[in-house]
């Protein structure tokens, strides 16, 4: 993937997106472009004093976004999953915790309460 691509890409996202995200891959097809995004290895603040390991991420998520140029546009989204050590459990960032506890733009709000619905 061409770097120019990565750029454009981060321009067109909404803002604040770079603080979670890299976008690791553009494709642009005949009618589509699709952006891949994979989620930092940078656990979640509630979990800031528990003992977490990453574990990977969970089953890529697919959100329709504008469309530019008449083309579609999806985002592809790999959310991170990690294992907390002292319960076993397997945690991951709450994206509601993170809308009502930043100051967002309203672009980045608006792709949060869709991301939420997954």
């Known amino acids: 993937m061409e770097?120019?691509?990565?750029?454009?890409?981060?321009?067109?996202?909404?803002?604040?997106?770079?603080?979670f995200f890299?976008?690791?891959k553009v494709s642009k097809g005949e009618k589509d472009i699709c952006i891949y995004l994979s989620e930092h290895n940078v656990k979640p603040e509630e979990f800031n004093k528990d003992k977490l390991t990453s574990k990977g991420f969970f089953e890529e998520i697919?959100?329709?976004d504008?469309?530019?140029?008449?083309?579609?546009?999806?985002?592809?989204?790999?959310?991170r999953r990690w294992l907390n050590e002292a319960t076993g459990e397997t945690v991951f960032r709450?994206?509601?915790?993170v809308a009502k506890g930043t100051r967002l733009?309203?672009?980045?709000?608006?792709?949060?309460?869709?991301f939420a619905r997954y």
């Open 66 to 79: 504008f469309p530019i140029r008449g083309k579609g546009v999806f985002l592809l989204i790999k959310r």
């Open 3 to 19: 770097k120019e691509d990565l750029t454009i890409a981060n321009i067109v996202l909404p803002e604040g997106l770079e603080d």
């Open 105 to 114: 733009t309203k672009e980045f709000a608006a792709f949060l309460k869709a």
């Open 22 to 24: 890299e976008v690791t």
């Open 62 to 64: 697919k959100i329709q």
């Open 94 to 97: 709450n994206w509601e915790h």
